[in-house]
């Protein structure tokens, strides 16, 4: 019982102890599942009121839930007008953002305005926000408050309002113009139903303050509203104009009583002396404190300002440099004064200060003289809220904006603002796009002295940055979260240092209490020193002892000096604490000063002297009451019998030296402190001169190995008369040599041999001892010992050691030693010189490289080297790298050219090297040099990414030529580092700088020395830097280890990938070097990349400012959504025991922020065990199935215990949370086991067999559904595809009945054969023969002419024909394309001589022939049209079935044709991607099925009558669409070409009394995030039988109401980002799309692959139409051109006079003569025969039909498969129909009676009678002769050589024709 008691009591003290701490540190926090629009409070209460996306919260100050409301999604659409029925189509649920929250106080009321519903607002009870005390959606358009668009910014003030001597509550208003809204921009509201008023009414009609709806030009931002001194300001940016893209930050003000807006004036406020920072973002208004206030007014720049006048604080942003922002202050008086200034001066003076236009009216059409004259100064001031005579609206011109600097500017956005007052010191705290809050003191300058950290999501701080009621607190609101945080967090620095170098202004050291406080809560802050300001204050400090320092043997008082001490009270009690020792302390006024005396320790509590110390320091610390330290030092106590530790070579000048003042006993050898006594043998302090010493040694220096007699001088010996003293140092090792002494204070010793070699000298001082004593005397005895063989390996090294030394090189041992140290004697020159080896030993041939020579003897000096030759090739002594006797560096060099050939060889690319130096000595080295040419060959890898960091390896012959210094790469002229140098170069390559990317094959250049140049051509290519489209997971604990999988493109190209976590730097953090973990890619392919996460092991990185890169070779990705989170911790298992079934639950936190269970592992001993389910504060594992072994060998090797560790790992981080054992289990009889396990298994036996017959039953079932359901599509489709046939056949029938042959636009001869022969040449429609135009002066044309004909005649001459024909296809530049062209134009020009062009054709054709036939491969024959020939044939084709074109094929093709293009365009058609619901191109089919509905439109042809015509669409079309098809409809009696173009008509509706043009694109057109969805029928809501009136324009401007709007209207249109029905998928859809799951992804496949049964929808309905185009084509029993026969026996004959030739190598040169060459053309072109316009959609269906024919044509089987195209797979069952009749075709035609030469002959005369008129013959030989001009000299050539050419002199034809045409000199 009485331990229970206990208990309790201890709860209750630890109850009170909890609710007594001060709540200094307490962060509350609010989170919100949707985006927290605007937050305002409420300051009698204190509550929060949170507007977010469809919720309304209210909070208590704690962030506590109070009450909450739904406000949303509600059904709703822009299009519609309130109130919402089902009347509205569109209407769908529509989310609900806060627009504007104003909190009334004095009627308890909360005003709220969303974004549903046009912004119509409702009132809520500020007690109990789930009240809602008004709402009404039926008061139309006047109570539309706020915007129906997201990102719209609203801002509001509540107010009153006077009429009629009653005053009204009113709030403002101002908002942005959204497309749905009303146009006002700044409106006053009234809160209640007053005459015709209603709430929420508009209640000031006669705003001027509005946007125009049709211009786009001052597209507000409002940020902030509020009211002062009777005015009302909003602060918002805007753009000046339509051309201005820039915004510009204007304040405006009014009367808070204004009746009509009169007096609103906006005036500009520039941040920055440019303005740089120009579009605000946030603002705060406040007092500024006395201490910022008289800052301000110091500077000069803002005027006078007092610690009362409000002050107005924006942060902007900037569009010129986008990644900073800054603060600026403007105090009110100096916005009013300004505003003043501009209104009088448009009052009074015309608008005019300093000679100066100052004043604009921004929203009307008012000129610039709107400002009036008047005599009055005053008017601004009299009617200070302007009058309705008076102008009004003003703005301020931007050479009057008010100008202010910015306080603070940085890097990143400052989107929000708040400023408080603390001791008259201005303090802002300013929310960032990261999601942190700066806290900065508003001193001169201001200075960012702390900041609280953002989450790690980083979302942007919101601009409501509120207090709470006292100030105490800040609520900062993120996205999705509020959290209330201290202004404040002084009490947690606990000592005076960290507490003032917080330099925090609500922070100061309370002294007297110990702690880090703000000032009032210090409880005698008043008093002098007792509360120290963090800012700019410092801790107090002791400034002296006296005395400074004490002998540790001595003990007395101590004075301490303390200026900055409190002043104390009688009550307090001082103490000094030295070390251990405590002592109370007395306090006196000396000099004016506070000055504390205490006691010091005995010596025998001072602590020991440390080795190597004279001192030793004890910590003192001044207390006040007991326990409050006021300030701490050192104080040091000196020992100096110490103080010879110094220097024990010299004791007594270590002792008197020292800083303690000891003195020296020269007769007890001893240090002692300082006193009175005065002897002889007493050397007082700092009289060193007075010891006993010797010093001044003779000579200073000694050579090693031999020894010489050192003297020295001693001095104040007289105490050591007769004594006898001992030298020695450290290198005597342990002898001591006795000193003699000579006459007077003069010593000497014999010497020593030294023996040292380390180094060429060494410092050697020397002690002395009294032989008698061992006691050592001062020693200043310092020589230098030196080694002459040190670093003088040679001769002339030597020789050049310094002369002092005495060095000499001795020829029989050929060393360097000390003079008499050589017996022999020494040589007075040095030897020759001697060479060692050559770096590098091979040259490029053209030298310019520096060669290094080492060896030895080569010389004392740079001036003794007089030749160096390399290979028998001067060498240029590089003086200034010259190196004394080992080493010379020249530059070589040209080789010596090879003697010509007459000459006897000399081999002088290779040859020693040769130095001559100085007395005619010269040495050949033993090693060649050769020159030699490097030749780099191949490059390796041939591409890598534009961001450079590829390592490239160059191959080649002799590339180590030269060495590494010398060679420089470059890529295309960018550098390329060399990292390795030798048969093969690699290096890194350079950035790209140039503009295309992926470049062309640039060529990598290898540099040698500096004259040779070798290059790779085309070698490298800079291709596209590697792109990352996404990444998973996002998040990795820093134990790092996570499996990252990177996806993108472009990863084959780089070589290193890398991923790098560094930690950004800020002013705030500690470690100033740089950390960064890093991890190489694990695996990579050209799309994937995979690493582990780095681990993070610096244990003071601040993790939110860990930032993630991938190295991707140069390239540098940062993966900004990439976070790191704490490593998680593991509470200890609750459960140790565990079973082979039995689950294990591990608690802890922070699991699930960067882990899933798929990724953890845990074991249990060497087990592993299954992670079952990870959340962030559980995991759940399952046991393994049998007890594993320890993972420990110790544990293992412990048989007597059970326990095996239990480990969980999550990457590379390993936890073992506890250890576990397994339940023993006990033995059981057999007897139970066996029937426990054969009854279970009968059992299970039993209901497998039941359930096995019941699934096989039900898949039975299942089969017999799906096989129901198949038959069912089948017949749908075959309906379907019937009912389409009826449909299409009906529409036809009216097409049909107009199809006579004068109908059917057939295109005239000449324009058939310019497109047929020319349109697909490189110039298309532009080329010269199609538009006829040519340039030739008017004086030559005369003679042009003639020599033109007599060029026709030179062509007519078949033996010049050929041979042209012939030269120019020899030619290699006359490729393919050409050769089709220059066909073309001999088809025009020889049109008049058909019989003659047939012959010519023949003629090559037999030629062509013999050659595939001997090349064996005849079947190749006429595939391509390659030659010159086969283009001839093509043409000749073209010419000879024009005719049965236009009487028999032509109308079964025109039926097809329109069939084809009225079935596409019967469904929608995506008019962007130029997809369509019916096609027969699988490509091609629009793969989402789009709603739509037909409408039969009214069509008025403006001044074409009353009469209408009906015409069918669809409510999906775009306007473009509409309009084409009304064409179509309107003016179907006219060929394409007559009609008019779409862009030249407009299209206007007239659905009541207004009409409205009709566009594709206009500011009503819908918005997708980034896309922008082309207008339709439906999104202007056209009905069925709507009248529409189409208008020719003659500018399309005209037909526009506004010029701005028209040329907005073409900035739309310009925009790429438009889509008509199927939205292309944008980055944010992707990122969607992945997260997906798979069986998302095969469903939404599934669905694509059922489109393609509209094909055979389509292609059942159009088979008629294909059916009778072939057989119109392929039918030999009725009409069949006689050219096709005549060419078709042609063909035979030859297939008999040539052996190789079979039946199927025949059918194929029929095929590829006649289908193929001409059919399938004109299928896939209607355009070359009729006067029609072929969509892209209706093209894609036409080239379906095209390769059916072609596949028809061909003799090879096509076996299909489920791969096959569909294409393919959609004809398969007609292909053997099509090529039977293919096959009877070619059987008819053979039987047919033959068409004889002459018959032939006389059709062709007729077609030439008939056609060659109309036909531009003399600008096609004008071409002609360009290709003679170009080959003329070859041409020449090869008739020269041909007998029969020589005999029609045609050579010279030739010639006079070219003298004619081009002035050409002939050798006539």
């Given at each position: 019982?009485?331990?229970?008691?206990?208990?309790w009591q201890f709860?209750?003290?630890?109850l009170?102890t909890v609710?007594?701490?001060?709540s200094y540190?307490?962060?509350?926090?609010?989170?919100?599942?949707?985006l927290i629009n605007?937050?305002?409070?409420?300051p009698?209460t204190?509550r929060?009121?949170?507007?977010?996306?469809?919720?309304l919260y209210?909070?208590?100050?704690?962030?506590e839930?109070?009450?909450?409301?739904?406000?949303?999604?509600?059904?709703?659409?822009r299009?519609?007008t309130?109130?919402?029925?089902?009347?509205?189509?569109?209407?769908?649920?529509?989310?609900?953002?806060n627009?504007?929250?104003?909190?009334?106080?004095?009627?308890?009321?909360l005003?709220?305005?969303g974004s549903?519903?046009?912004?119509?607002?409702?009132?809520?009870?500020?007690?109990?926000?789930e009240?809602?005390?008004?709402?009404?959606d039926?008061?139309?358009?006047?109570?539309?408050?706020?915007s129906?668009?997201?990102?719209?910014?609203v801002?509001?003030v509540?107010?009153?309002?006077t009429?009629d001597?009653?005053?009204?509550?009113v709030f403002?208003?101002?908002?942005?113009?959204?497309?749905h809204?009303?146009?006002?921009?700044i409106?006053?509201?009234?809160?209640?139903?007053y005459?015709?008023?209603?709430?929420?009414?508009?209640?000031?009609?006669?705003?001027?303050?509005?946007?125009?709806p049709?211009?786009?030009r001052?597209?507000?931002?409002?940020?902030?509203?509020f009211?002062d001194?009777g005015?009302?300001y909003f602060?918002?940016?805007?753009?000046l104009?339509v051309?201005?893209?820039k915004?510009?930050?204007?304040?405006?003000r009014?009367?808070?009583?204004?009746?009509?807006y009169?007096?609103y004036?906006?005036?500009q406020?520039?941040?920055s002396d440019?303005?740089?920072?120009?579009?605000a973002?946030a603002a705060y208004v406040t007092?500024?404190?006395?201490v910022?206030?008289?800052?301000?007014?110091?500077?000069?720049?803002y005027?006078?300002?007092?610690a009362?006048?409000?002050?107005?604080?924006?942060?902007?942003?900037?569009?010129?440099?986008?990644?900073?922002?800054?603060?600026c202050?403007y105090?009110?008086?100096s916005?009013?004064?300004?505003?003043?200034?501009?209104?009088?001066?448009c009052?009074s003076?015309n608008?005019?200060?300093?000679?100066k236009?100052?004043v604009?009216?921004?929203?009307?059409?008012?000129?610039e003289?709107?400002?009036?004259?008047?005599?009055?100064?005053?008017m601004?001031?009299?009617y200070?809220?302007g009058a309705?005579?008076?102008?009004?609206?003003?703005?301020?011109?931007?050479?009057?904006?008010l100008?202010?600097?910015?306080?603070?500017?940085?890097k990143?956005?400052?989107?929000?603002?708040?400023v408080?007052v603390?001791?008259?010191?201005?303090?802002?705290?300013?929310?960032t796009a990261t999601?942190?809050?700066?806290?900065?003191?508003l001193?001169a300058?201001p200075?960012?002295?702390?900041?609280?950290?953002?989450?790690?999501n980083?979302?942007?701080v919101?601009?409501?940055?509120l207090?709470?009621?006292?100030?105490?607190h800040?609520?900062?609101?993120?996205e999705?979260?509020?959290t209330?945080?201290?202004v404040?967090?002084?009490?947690?620095?606990?000592?005076c240092?960290s507490?003032?170098?917080?330099?925090?202004?609500?922070?100061?050291?309370?002294?007297?209490?110990?702690?880090?406080?703000?000032?009032?809560?210090?409880?005698?802050w008043?008093?002098?020193n007792t509360?120290?300001w963090?800012?700019?204050q410092?801790?107090?400090?002791?400034e002296a002892?006296?005395?400074?320092?004490?002998s540790?043997?001595?003990t007395?008082?101590?004075d301490?000096?303390?200026?900055?001490?409190?002043?104390?009270?009688s009550?307090?009690?001082?103490?000094?604490?030295?070390?251990?020792?405590?002592?109370?302390?007395v306090?006196?006024?000396?000099?004016?000063q506070?000055?504390?005396?205490c006691?010091?320790?005995?010596p025998?509590?001072?602590?020991?002297?440390?080795?190597?110390?004279?001192f030793?320091?004890?910590?003192?610390?001044?207390?006040?009451?007991?326990?409050?330290?006021?300030?701490?030092g050192?104080y040091?106590f000196?020992n100096?019998?110490?103080?010879?530790?110094?220097?024990?070579?010299s004791?007594c000048?270590?002792?008197?030296?020292?800083?303690?003042?000891?003195?020296?006993n020269?007769?007890d050898?001893?240090c002692?402190?300082?006193?009175?006594?005065v002897?002889?043998?007493i050397?007082?302090?700092?009289?060193?001169?007075?010891?006993?010493?010797?010093?001044s040694?003779?000579?200073?220096?000694?050579?090693?190995g031999?020894?010489?007699?050192?003297s020295?001088?001693?001095?104040?010996?007289?105490?050591?008369?007769?004594q006898?003293f001992?030298?020695?140092?450290?290198?005597?090792?342990?002898?001591?040599?006795?000193?003699?002494?000579?006459?007077?204070?003069?010593?000497?010793?014999?010497?020593?041999?030294?023996?040292?070699?380390?180094?060429?000298?060494?410092?050697?001082s020397?002690?002395?001892k009294?032989?008698?004593t061992?006691?050592?005397i001062d020693?200043?005895?310092?020589?230098?010992?030196?080694?002459?063989?040190?670093g003088?390996?040679d001769?002339?090294l030597c020789k050049?050691?310094?002369?002092m030394y005495?060095?000499?090189?001795?020829?029989?041992?050929?060393?360097?030693?000390?003079?008499?140290?050589?017996?022999s004697e020494?040589?007075?020159?040095c030897?020759?010189?001697e060479?060692?080896?050559?770096?590098?030993?091979?040259?490029?041939?053209n030298?310019?490289?520096?060669v290094?020579?080492?060896?030895?003897?080569?010389?004392i000096?740079?001036?003794?080297?007089?030749?160096?030759?390399?290979?028998?090739?001067?060498?240029?002594?590089q003086?200034d790298?010259?190196?004394?006797?080992?080493?010379?560096?020249?530059?070589i060099?040209?080789?010596?050219?090879?003697?010509?050939?007459?000459?006897?060889?000399?081999?002088?690319?290779?040859?020693?090297?040769?130095i001559e130096?100085?007395g005619?000595?010269s040495?050949?080295s033993?090693v060649i040099?050769t020159y030699?040419d490097?030749?780099?060959?191949?490059?390796?890898?041939?591409?890598?990414?534009?961001?450079?960091?590829t390592?490239?390896?160059?191959?080649?012959?002799?590339?180590?030529t030269?060495?590494?210094?010398d060679?420089?790469?470059?890529?295309g002229?960018?550098?390329?580092?060399?990292?390795?140098?030798?048969?093969?170069i690699?290096?890194?390559?350079?950035?790209?700088?140039g503009?295309?990317?992926?470049?062309?094959?640039?060529?990598?250049?290898?540099r040698?020395?500096?004259?040779?140049t070798?290059d790779?051509?085309?070698?490298y290519?800079?291709?596209?830097?590697?792109k990352i489209t996404d990444?998973?997971?996002?998040?990795?604990?820093?134990?790092?280890?996570?499996?990252?999988?990177?996806?993108?493109s472009g990863?084959?190209?780089?070589?290193?990938?890398?991923?790098?976590?560094?930690?950004?730097?800020?002013?705030?953090?500690q470690?100033t070097?740089?950390?960064?973990?890093?991890?190489q890619?694990?695996?990579?392919?050209?799309?994937v990349?995979?690493?582990?996460?780095?681990?993070?092991?610096?244990?003071?990185?601040?993790?939110p400012?860990?930032?993630?890169?991938?190295?991707?070779?140069?390239?540098?990705?940062e993966l900004?959504?990439?976070?790191?989170?704490?490593?998680?911790t593991?509470?200890?298992?609750?459960k140790?025991?565990?079973?082979e079934?039995?689950?294990i639950?591990?608690?802890?936190?922070?699991?699930s922020?960067?882990m899933t269970a798929?990724e953890?592992q845990?074991f249990v001993?060497?087990?592993l065990?299954?992670?079952?389910?990870?959340?962030?504060?559980?995991?759940i594992?399952?046991?393994?199935?049998?007890?594993?072994?320890s993972?420990s060998?110790?544990?293992r090797r412990?048989?007597?215990?059970?326990?095996?560790?239990l480990m969980?790992?999550?990457?590379?981080?390993?936890?073992?949370?506890?250890?576990?054992?397994?339940?023993?289990?006990d033995?059981?009889?057999?007897?139970i086991?066996i029937?426990a396990?054969?009854?279970?298994?009968?059992l299970?036996?039993?209901?497998?067999?039941?359930?096995?017959r019941?699934?096989?039953?039900?898949?039975?079932?299942e089969?017999?559904?799906?096989?129901?359901?198949?038959?069912?599509?089948?017949?749908?489709?075959?309906?379907?595809c019937?009912k389409?046939?009826?449909?299409?056949?009906?529409e036809?029938?009216?097409?049909?009945s107009d199809?006579?042959e004068?109908?059917?636009?057939?295109?005239?001869?000449?324009?058939?054969?310019?497109?047929?022969?020319?349109?697909?040449?490189?110039?298309g429609?532009?080329?010269?023969?199609?538009?006829?135009k040519?340039?030739?002066?008017?004086?030559?044309?005369?003679?042009?002419a003639?020599?033109?004909n007599?060029?026709?005649?030179?062509l007519?001459?078949?033996t010049f024909?050929?041979?042209?024909?012939?030269?120019?296809?020899?030619?290699?530049?006359?490729?393919?394309?050409?050769?089709s062209?220059?066909?073309?134009?001999?088809?025009?020009?020889?049109h008049?001589?058909?019989e003659?062009?047939?012959?010519?054709?023949?003629?090559?054709l037999?030629?062509?022939m013999?050659?595939?036939?001997?090349?064996?491969?005849?079947?190749?024959m006429?595939?391509?049209?390659?030659?010159v020939?086969?283009?001839m044939?093509?043409?000749w084709?073209?010419?000879?079935?024009?005719q049965?074109?236009?009487?028999?094929a032509?109308e079964?093709?025109y039926?097809l044709?329109?069939?084809?293009?009225?079935?596409?365009?019967?469904?929608?058609?995506?008019?962007?991607v130029?997809?369509?619901?019916?096609?027969?191109?699988?490509t091609?089919?629009?793969?989402?099925?789009?709603?739509?509905?037909?409408?039969?439109?009214?069509?008025?042809?403006?001044?074409?009558?009353p009469d209408v015509?009906p015409?069918?669409?669809l409510?999906?079309?775009?306007?473009?669409?509409?309009k084409?098809?009304?064409?179509?409809?309107?003016?179907?009696?006219l060929?394409?070409?007559?009609?008019?173009?779409?862009?030249?008509?407009a299209?206007e509706?007239?659905?009541?009394?207004?009409?409205q043009?009709?566009?594709?694109?206009?500011?009503?057109?819908?918005?997708?995030?980034?896309?922008?969805?082309?207008?339709?029928?439906?999104?202007?809501?056209v009905?069925?039988n709507?009248?529409l009136?189409?208008?020719?324009?003659?500018?399309?401007q005209?037909?526009?109401?506004?010029?701005?709007?028209?040329e907005?209207?073409?900035?739309?249109?310009?925009?790429?980002?438009t889509f008509?029905?199927?939205?292309?998928?944008?980055e944010?859809?992707?990122?969607k799309?992945?997260?997906g799951s798979?069986?998302d992804?095969?469903?939404?496949?599934a669905?694509?692959?059922i489109?393609?049964?509209?094909?055979?929808s389509v292609?059942?309905?159009?088979?008629?139409?294909v059916?009778?185009?072939?057989r119109?084509?392929?039918?030999?029993?009725?009409?069949?051109p006689?050219?096709?026969?005549?060419?078709?026996?042609?063909?035979?004959e030859?297939?008999?006079r040539?052996?190789?030739?079979?039946?199927?190598?025949?059918h194929?040169?029929?095929?590829?003569?006649?289908?193929?060459r001409?059919?399938?053309?004109i299928?896939?072109?209607?355009?070359?025969?009729?006067?029609?316009?072929v969509?892209?959609?209706?093209?894609?269906s036409?080239h379906?039909?095209?390769?059916?024919?072609?596949d028809?044509?061909?003799?090879?089987?096509?076996?299909?498969s489920r791969e096959?195209?569909?294409?393919?797979?959609?004809?398969?069952k007609?292909?053997?129909?099509y090529?039977?009749?293919?096959?009877?075709?070619?059987?008819?035609?053979?039987?047919?009676?033959p068409?004889s030469?002459?018959d032939?002959?006389?059709?062709?005369?007729?077609?030439s009678r008939?056609?060659?008129?109309?036909?531009?013959?003399q600008?096609?030989?004008?071409?002609?002769?360009q290709?003679?001009?170009?080959?003329?000299?070859?041409?020449?050539?090869s008739?020269?050589?041909?007998?029969?050419?020589?005999?029609?002199?045609?050579?010279?034809?030739?010639?006079q024709i070219?003298?004619?045409?081009?002035?050409k000199?002939?050798d006539?």
């Open positions: 019982m009485m331990e229970r008691w206990w208990a709860a209750l003290v630890a009170a609710y007594l701490i001060p540190g307490k962060k509350a926090d609010f989170s919100s599942d949707m605007n937050v305002v409070s409420d009698r204190g929060l009121y949170v507007g977010a996306v469809n919720n209210q909070l208590n100050q704690d962030l839930v109070e009450s909450r409301t739904e406000t949303g999604p509600k059904r709703d659409n299009q519609c309130p109130p919402v029925t089902d009347a509205c189509e569109e209407a769908e649920d529509t989310d609900n953002h627009k504007l929250l104003l909190v009334h106080e004095a009627k308890d009321v005003v709220v305005c549903v519903f046009r912004g119509i607002c409702s009132l809520r009870n500020l007690s109990n926000v009240q809602l005390l008004y709402f009404s039926t008061k139309g358009e006047k109570s539309y408050v706020a129906a668009e997201e990102g719209v910014s801002v509001g509540m107010s009153y309002f009429k001597r009653d005053n009204f509550t403002l208003v101002g908002k942005g113009y959204g497309s809204d009303s146009t006002k921009l409106s006053t509201r009234i809160l209640q139903d005459g015709d008023w209603v709430v929420f009414d508009s209640i000031i009609e006669a705003s001027a303050v509005q946007a125009n049709f211009v786009l001052y597209l507000h931002d409002f940020r902030f509203a009211k001194g005015f009302v602060l918002f940016s805007r753009t104009g051309q201005d893209t915004n510009y930050t204007f304040i405006s009014m009367c808070e009583d204004d009746q009509g009169y007096s004036t906006e005036l406020l520039n941040c440019s303005n740089k920072y120009n579009k973002q007092t500024p404190g006395e910022l206030a008289e800052s301000m007014t110091n500077s000069g720049k005027g006078p300002v007092s009362h006048d409000k002050v107005l604080f924006v942060t902007f942003t900037s569009d010129e440099d986008p990644t900073s922002s800054a603060m202050m105090p009110l008086q916005i009013n004064k300004r505003l003043v200034e501009i209104i009088g001066a009052y003076y608008g005019i200060i300093n000679e236009a100052a604009y009216s921004p929203y009307s059409s008012k000129s003289d709107l400002c009036s004259s008047s005599n009055q100064n005053n601004a001031l009299r200070k809220c309705e005579f008076l102008p009004s609206p003003l703005a301020s011109k931007a050479d009057f904006a100008m202010s600097e910015a306080s603070l500017a940085r990143g956005h400052m989107t929000a603002v708040a408080a603390e001791m008259g010191h201005a303090v802002a705290f300013l929310g999601g942190e809050v700066l806290k900065v003191h001193s300058p200075e960012v002295y702390g900041r609280v950290p953002g989450e790690a980083g979302d942007k919101n601009k409501n940055l207090f709470d009621s006292q100030l105490q800040l609520y900062i609101t993120t999705k979260k509020i209330k945080v201290p404040q967090a002084c009490h947690l620095k606990t000592d240092q507490c003032m170098s917080m330099k925090d202004p609500y922070c100061g050291w309370c002294v007297l209490e110990g702690k880090c406080t703000r000032k009032k809560e210090c409880s005698r008043r008093e002098a509360w120290l963090s800012p700019d410092k801790c107090v400090e002791i002892f006296d005395p400074p320092n004490l540790c043997r001595k007395q008082q101590v301490i000096s303390i200026p900055s001490l409190p002043v104390l009270r009550s307090d009690r001082l103490q000094c604490e030295f070390g251990d020792f405590v002592s109370n302390a306090v006196d006024f000396v000099n004016g506070l000055q504390v005396t006691s010091l320790p005995d025998g509590d001072i602590p020991h002297t440390q080795d190597q110390q004279d030793v320091s004890v910590p003192v610390k001044v207390l006040v009451n007991d326990k409050i330290q006021v300030t701490s050192e040091h000196y100096c019998a110490a103080t010879v530790r110094k220097n024990q070579n004791p000048i270590a002792c008197v030296t020292s800083a303690w003042g000891c003195q020296w020269a007769q050898h001893s002692s402190d300082n006193d009175n006594t002897s002889e043998h050397i007082k302090p700092q009289q060193a001169g007075s010891c006993p010493q010797f010093e040694p003779e000579p200073q220096m000694i050579p090693v031999f020894q010489i007699p050192i020295f001088q001693g001095r104040n010996l007289d105490s050591y008369m007769g006898r001992s030298i020695g140092t450290e290198l005597m090792k342990d002898t001591e040599v006795t000193v003699t002494q000579e006459q007077g204070s003069k010593f000497k010793f014999t010497g020593y041999e030294f023996a040292y070699d380390k180094q060429q000298e060494v410092n050697v020397f002690h002395i009294d032989r008698d061992e006691r050592k020693s200043t005895l310092t020589v230098v010992l030196y080694n002459c063989s040190v003088r390996e001769c002339s050049h050691a310094a002369a005495q060095c000499v090189w001795c020829s029989a041992s050929r060393t360097c030693v000390y003079r008499e140290l050589c017996p020494q040589p007075a020159q030897p020759d010189p060479i060692t080896d050559i770096v590098p030993r091979f040259g490029p041939l030298g310019r490289i520096s290094t020579i080492k060896g030895s003897n080569m010389g000096k740079k001036e003794d080297i007089k030749k160096i030759t390399v290979a028998g090739v001067d060498c240029v002594h003086a790298r010259y190196s004394v006797s080992t080493s010379v560096v020249c530059e060099g040209p080789a010596r050219r090879r003697p010509p050939s007459d000459l006897p060889f000399e081999p002088s690319h290779s040859g020693a090297v040769e130096v100085e005619g000595r040495g050949k033993h040099f030699r490097p030749k780099p060959k191949f490059v390796s890898p041939v591409k890598g990414p534009a961001a450079g960091g390592v490239i390896t160059i191959s080649g012959e002799d590339l180590d030269a060495s590494k210094e060679v420089a790469v470059s890529v002229g960018v550098p390329c580092e060399v990292l390795k140098f030798g048969s093969k690699t290096c890194k390559t350079g950035k790209y700088s503009q295309r990317v992926p470049s062309e094959a640039l060529p990598v250049t290898v040698y020395g500096r004259n040779t070798k790779v051509p085309a070698a290519q800079y291709s596209e830097n590697p990444y998973n997971p996002k998040g990795s604990f820093l134990c790092g280890g996570r499996r990252i999988v990177v996806t993108g990863f084959d190209l780089i070589q290193s990938a890398t991923m790098k976590v560094t930690p950004s730097e800020n002013e705030f953090s470690n070097s740089p950390v960064e973990f890093v991890q890619a694990l695996s990579k392919n050209d799309t990349l995979q690493f582990d996460s780095p681990p993070v092991h610096n244990t003071t990185v601040d993790v400012s860990l930032r993630t890169f991938l190295l991707l070779d140069n390239a540098k990705e900004k959504s990439f976070d790191y989170h704490p490593d998680p593991f509470n200890k298992l609750n140790n025991v565990i079973t079934t039995s689950i639950i591990v608690t802890g936190r922070g699991f922020k960067a798929k953890a845990a001993g060497d087990a065990c299954h992670v079952n389910i990870l959340q962030d504060d559980k995991l594992l399952e046991a393994p199935s049998s007890q594993p072994r993972r060998k110790r544990q412990d048989t007597t215990n059970d326990l095996l560790d969980v790992k999550f990457g590379h981080g390993e936890w073992t949370v506890g250890s576990v054992y397994y339940a023993r289990k033995d059981i009889p057999l007897a086991i029937p396990v054969i009854v279970p298994m009968l299970f036996i039993a209901i497998s067999v039941y359930c096995y019941r699934k096989s039953q039900q898949a039975e079932r089969y017999e559904k799906v096989k129901h359901q198949l038959e069912n599509l089948e017949e749908s489709v075959r309906d379907r019937k389409e046939f009826t449909d299409l056949m009906i036809m029938e009216d097409h049909t199809l006579s004068a109908r059917i636009p057939f295109l005239d001869y000449k324009t058939y054969t310019d497109r047929t022969f020319f349109l697909p040449s490189k110039d429609a532009n080329d010269t023969m199609i538009t006829g040519i340039q030739i002066p008017e004086a030559r044309k005369a003679i042009v003639q020599a033109l007599q060029f026709s005649n030179l007519n001459s078949k024909l050929i041979n042209f024909i012939h030269t120019l296809e020899s030619r290699p530049d006359f490729n393919a394309r050409t050769r062209y220059f066909a073309s134009l001999l088809t025009v020009a020889l008049g001589k058909l003659y062009y047939t012959d010519i054709m023949r003629t090559l037999l030629e062509l013999d050659e595939h036939v001997q090349n064996k491969n005849p079947k190749l006429l595939r391509r049209s390659e030659t020939v086969e283009r044939l093509c043409n084709m073209s010419i000879c079935i024009y049965f074109l236009r009487d028999t032509g079964p093709l039926k044709f329109k069939a084809l293009k009225h079935q596409v365009e019967k469904g929608p058609v995506d008019a962007k130029k997809k369509a619901k019916y096609t027969l191109n699988d091609g089919l629009l793969g989402d099925d789009v709603e739509y509905s037909v409408l039969t439109l009214q069509v008025l042809v403006h001044g074409e009558g015509t015409v069918k669409v409510n999906c079309d775009t306007i473009s669409q509409v084409e098809k009304i064409i179509d409809q309107v003016y179907r009696n060929p394409y070409s007559q009609r008019p173009e779409v862009e030249s008509v299209l509706w007239r659905p009541g009394s207004t009409g043009i009709l566009s594709d694109l206009d500011l009503t057109s819908q918005k997708e995030g980034r896309w922008k969805r082309l207008n339709t029928l439906a999104h202007y809501n009905r069925d709507a009248t009136v189409l208008s020719r324009v003659l500018h399309t005209s037909f526009h109401q506004h010029q701005d709007s028209y907005e209207k073409n900035a739309l249109l310009e925009d790429d980002n008509h029905l199927v939205r292309p998928a944008d944010i859809d992707e990122v799309s992945k997260r798979m069986k992804k095969a469903m939404t496949k669905i694509t692959e489109y393609l049964t509209r094909l055979l292609k059942g309905t159009l088979q008629q139409f059916d009778d185009f072939f119109s084509v392929l039918c030999s029993s009725s009409v069949v006689p050219a096709v026969k005549y060419f078709f026996d042609f063909l035979d030859q297939a008999l040539h052996d190789n030739v079979d039946e199927e190598t025949l194929i040169w029929k095929t590829n003569s006649l289908p193929l001409f059919w399938v053309n299928l896939r072109n209607p355009h070359f025969i009729f006067d029609v316009h969509t892209e959609v209706v093209d894609a036409l379906v039909i095209a390769q059916t024919f072609m028809a044509c061909t003799k090879t089987e096509h076996k299909l096959s195209p569909s294409n393919k797979l959609l004809y398969a007609e292909i053997s129909t090529k039977k009749m293919v096959d009877d075709y070619y059987k008819g035609i053979r039987q047919m009676i068409v030469d002459q032939m002959n006389t059709h062709l005369a007729e077609v008939q056609h060659t008129d109309k036909l531009n013959t600008l096609a030989l004008h071409q002609l002769y290709y003679a001009s170009k080959y003329y000299d070859v041409i020449i050539q008739l020269d050589e041909d007998p029969a050419a020589q005999n029609k002199q045609l050579t010279l034809r030739l010639q070219a003298a004619a045409l081009e002035n000199v002939t006539l």
